[in-house]
Nanobody, 114 residues
Framework: VQLQASGGGLVQTGGSLRLSCAASGSIRSIYAIAWYRQAPGKERELVAVINNSGSANYADSVKGRFTVSRDNAKNTVTLQMNSLKPDDTAVYYC?????????WGQGTLVTVSS
């Protein structure tokens, strides 16, 4: 599975960004796609995950602000991020989970200015 993440950038506090993760390759083996983030000096953390049935879970820190969705026809998962805060500044990675292994995208930088 290959993943291509896009959509990062610079935004002011309270603004919005939309990240996309396009999957290719052995797509049928994917049972869930997740978004992780890693801020400078911190460990990578799970932000949101969506499974094949469309059920999603979120980190407490983003509940009510972020929404993950999937477009099966386009093999794309989107992370809509609203009401962004400086603490959301990080490199965001998408992750595809299969029975055999995980695959990672290259990461996209999100910077929220105060």
């Amino acid at each position: 599975v290959q993943l291509q993440a896009s959509g990062g950038g610079l935004v002011q506090t309270g603004g919005s960004l939309r990240l996309s993760c396009a999957a290719s390759g052995s797509i049928r083996s994917i049972y869930a796609i997740a978004w992780y983030r890693q801020a400078p000096g911190k460990e990578r953390e799970l932000v949101a995950v969506i499974n094949n049935s469309g059920s999603a879970n979120y980190a407490d820190s983003v509940k009510g602000r972020f929404t993950v969705s999937r477009d099966n026809a386009k093999n794309t998962v989107t992370l809509q991020m609203n009401s962004l805060k400086p603490d959301d500044t990080a490199v965001y990675y998408c992750n595809a989970r299969t029975v055999f292994s995980d695959s990672w995208g290259q990461g996209t930088l999100v910077t929220v200015s105060s």
